[in-house]
C-alpha cells in the first residue's frame, strides 16, 4: 500500500499564448494538470484538482496491484489551507 504522510500542493496556472488557465496539483508520487474548471470557484478549484490526482492514483493502485479502491488511502478526506508566501494551496490528509 502506498503510504499517503505527504502534502498535496495545489497551484493556479495562468493563460498562456498557447494554453488556457490551469491548476496543477503535485506530491512526491507525481502530479496532474486540470483545465481551470469554471463552473467552480475560490477553494472549489483547487479541491477539484486534489480529487483528480488522488483518484489517478487509487486507479494505478487498483491496476498495478489489485488495490480496491474501498479502502484506499488516496479516498481518504483531507483539510486544505492558502499558502500565502507562495501561493496556492496545501492539503493534507486527516488521519
Known amino acids: ?4 504522510g505527504q502534502s498535496i500542493i495545489t497551484k ?4 498562456t499564448n498557447s494554453r488556457p488557465s490551469r491548476i496543477k496539483a503535485t ?5 496532474i494538470t486540470i483545465s481551470y474548471p469554471h463552473e467552480l470557484s475560490g477553494d ?18 487498483l491496476a498495478s496491484r489489485g488495490e ?3 479502502g484506499n488511502p488516496w479516498l481518504r478526506p483531507f ?5 500565502p508566501v507562495q ?8 488521519v
Open 1 to 4: 500500500m502506498q503510504s499517503t
Open 12 to 15: 493556479y496556472l495562468p493563460a
Open 27 to 31: 506530491c512526491d508520487r507525481g502530479s
Open 44 to 61: 472549489a478549484v483547487h479541491i477539484a484538482a486534489v480529487s483528480e490526482l488522488v483518484h489517478k492514483f487509487a486507479a494505478e493502485d
Open 68 to 70: 480496491p479502491k474501498d
Open 79 to 83: 483539510a486544505s489551507g492558502g499558502l
Open 87 to 94: 501561493g496556492g494551496m496545501a492539503h493534507v490528509f486527516i
